[in-house]
């Protein structure tokens, strides 16, 4: 996404007004008892009850970036109308405040699946100020409101404008781009539209995990069925995509936030049946892979593998059930020990000891489990967030753990005494 220097309806480093929001910012998210977890190397206990915290969680630069200009974007119109294309990133707690805000969250159009499919920019004008996410919008998308002539301020995400730059150039090579992502996800939608960059007209294929690329592998081996491969990726592939012609010559990406190991996995597999079915040689002039996972994601995945190797007894992990990053850590985390991923503190219910989840590695399976912390004797819980979940929140959290085993944080000694110096 691109737009002429020194045009001024397009905004893509802020306003200056860091400074003017940095007290609003720290109000509506900071938190004391991450502070104090941080001083305690990242561990607190209390009447049998230890709360462990992953060295790195929440807030990514990215996302403090993207909420930074909301609020900025917020600050210097405060009498117009402003949009926000989706959520600006996946917490319900930050985008209920930016609604809060004044600022208008324009919902996706669903499919005929019940899948997010575009959105309707027939409602804005001129003189609105539109708001674009972390995650990006299509090519498409973006056209259509620059020839608005609104203001547009972008909070995309560096680490996904990195991947566009991936995917745009091996559209520009005459390669398909191979997306390991949620075929649905704003940000894989976003990156699957940077192949049409390009008058040739550019190709992508989008594999949600490891089963559908090795649906890919074999076709690409020659035991694949071509009517069922187009049935199988109908919702997931360019327009006109031909698995015979468009399967030859292929290139690698990923939604940034999807679960490193297994994106480095699906091209690995990908290269070798490349190989297998046409040679070493062709492989290297007709195949590329590269890891665009973020660093935030990588580093929060690693995080919870290093908490993995003392396992505590159990796992929360907090972040929206939308939000991809934190459903590859409650994935990680599940292989291990019990999870529970909520998508908000509020989740925690310690009057009535339950908890309300999303069961990891199942779609779209909410549910409210009872008894999930033990009533008694020493339990340690590991804790962690996705990279769009506030520290108030995830020190919210913590306090509902320990108020789930009769533990006031705010009334005990130790702790009430250090929080207060913080």
């Known amino acids: 996404?691109?737009?002429?220097?020194?045009?001024?309806?397009?905004?893509r480093r802020g306003f200056g007004l860091k400074s003017e929001v940095e007290g609003a910012l720290a109000a509506d998210y900071g938190g004391r008892m991450v502070e104090l977890l941080r001083a305690r190397d990242y561990v607190l206990s209390a009447d049998g009850v230890t709360v462990r915290l992953a060295h790195e969680f929440g807030f990514c630069y990215g996302?403090?970036?993207?909420?930074?200009?909301?609020?900025?974007?917020?600050?210097?119109?405060?009498?117009?109308?402003?949009?926000?294309?989706?959520e600006i990133i996946h917490n319900p707690h930050v985008n209920a405040r930016l609604e809060g805000m004044g600022i208008e969250i324009l919902r996706p159009r669903l499919g005929a699946d019940g899948t997010p499919d575009g959105f309707d920019f027939s409602g804005i004008r001129q003189d609105d100020v539109v708001l674009l996410p972390a995650f990006g919008v299509t090519i498409d998308d973006f056209t259509t409101l620059r020839e608005k002539g609104c203001?547009?301020?972008?909070?995309?995400?560096?680490?996904?404008?990195?991947?566009?730059?991936?995917?745009?150039?091996?559209?520009?090579?005459?390669?398909?781009?191979?997306?390991?992502?949620?075929?649905?996800?704003?940000?894989?939608?976003?990156?699957?539209?940077?192949?049409?960059?390009?008058?040739?007209?550019?190709?992508?294929?989008?594999?949600?995990?490891?089963e559908e690329a090795q649906a890919v592998c074999d076709y690409i081996e020659g035991r694949g069925d071509r009517e069922a491969f187009l049935q199988r990726f109908a919702h997931a592939a360019s327009p006109g995509f031909d698995p015979d012609r468009d399967l030859a010559r292929v290139g690698v990406a990923n939604q940034t936030t999807m679960l490193a190991r297994e994106s480095l996995a699906i091209g690995e597999a990908v290269g070798a049946a490349i190989e297998r079915a046409h040679g070493a040689a062709y492989r290297a002039a007709n195949f590329r892979t590269f890891d665009t996972i973020c660093s935030a994601t990588q580093d929060r995945q690693d995080a919870?593998?290093?908490?993995?190797?003392?396992?505590?007894?159990?796992?929360v992990v907090i972040g929206g059930f939308n939000s991809s990053n934190t459903i590859s850590l409650a994935a990680l985390c599940a292989e291990v020990v019990p999870t529970y991923h909520v998508a908000d503190a509020s989740g925690i219910d310690p009057e009535t000891g339950r908890i309300h989840i999303r069961e990891p590695g199942v779609v779209h399976n909410e549910r409210t489990v009872a008894d999930w912390l033990p009533r008694s004797g020493p339990v340690t819980v590991g804790l962690t967030a996705g990279a769009s979940t506030p520290n108030n929140k995830i020190g919210e959290a913590v306090a509902r753990i320990f108020a789930s085993r009769g533990v006031d944080v705010a009334e005990h000694a130790t702790f009430a005494t250090e929080m207060a110096d913080r």
């Open 304 to 315: 919870v593998r290093d908490m993995l190797r003392e396992p505590p007894d159990l796992m």
């Open 151 to 210: 203001v547009v301020v972008d909070t995309t995400c560096g680490s996904v404008l990195n991947v566009w730059k991936r995917v745009e150039s091996y559209a520009r090579d005459g390669m398909t781009a191979l997306i390991h992502g949620k075929y649905y996800h704003e940000e894989t939608r976003a990156t699957a539209s940077q192949v049409f960059k390009h008058p040739q007209g550019g190709r992508y294929l989008v594999v949600r995990h490891m």
């Open 1 to 11: 996404m691109s737009a002429p220097n020194g045009d001024a309806t397009y905004v």
């Open 63 to 86: 996302v403090e970036r993207a909420v930074d200009y909301a609020y900025q974007t917020r600050r210097k119109f405060p009498d117009r109308h402003i949009v926000l294309v989706g």
